[in-house]
């Protein structure tokens, strides 16, 4: 079964609240899950009894080590980003970098960066899921486990999301195209 990795800020903006309502089933599907993060006291002592609840299947490091996060992201089949709120995001990002799959909730820079996978076509960079709820969280999970089960359109998704170019240089790109043309329809 895949390793879920989590990176991040523990709040209930990053939707540590999902993660907790919902780490029963998203144990019982045989995930792993493994987060590195600091934050609100509340969360923090929720995970270091899951720990303990779900011992050596959640794994949990509160603080941040830079090496130790590149560990996660690049390690984890699956990263986790169930976000209230993200108005750009860079983990998943990163993690698709590394060919670490996201299951993220739709909204802000998520759904801006992670396009939903599609079963028919094979095409998509992750699992995105709208309702902000611990069963929505827990059925798009679930997605993402059906489709892991699959090595070939697993492997074929982790190379849709290594593609992806989010740098300054595709977006710079991006920029000179859309200004050449505002040029040229300046001199018509």
Not at 55 to 70: C, M, P, Q, S, T
Not at 79 to 107: D, H, N
Not at 109 to 128: H, I, R, W
Request: proline share 3%.
């Amino acid at each position: 079964m895949p390793v879920a990795g989590m990176v991040g800020r523990l709040s209930s903006q990053k939707g540590m609240d999902l993660v907790l309502e919902s780490i029963g089933e998203i144990i019982s599907t045989g995930v792993n899950l493994v987060i590195l993060g600091r934050g609100d006291d509340f969360f923090q002592k929720k995970l270091s009894d899951a720990v303990k609840t779900y011992k050596g299947r959640v794994y949990v490091n509160i603080g941040f080590e830079d090496h130790l996060a590149h560990k996660i992201y690049a390690g984890a089949d699956i990263f986790l980003m169930p976000s209230l709120y993200e108005p750009c995001g860079l983990g998943q990002l990163i993690a698709m970098r590394y060919g670490t799959i996201p299951v993220a909730r739709k909204t802000g820079g998520l759904a801006d960066t992670v396009m939903d996978y599609e079963a028919p076509t094979g095409n998509g960079t992750g699992f995105l899921f709208s309702g902000y709820a611990p069963s929505a969280f827990s059925e798009c999970l679930k997605r993402a486990i059906c489709v892991y089960s699959d090595k070939l359109k697993w492997q074929k998704l982790i190379l849709n999301a290594m593609k992806m170019d989010f740098s300054w240089g595709s977006s710079a790109k991006k920029y000179i195209e859309l200004y050449s043309r505002a040029i040229k329809l300046k001199r018509q």
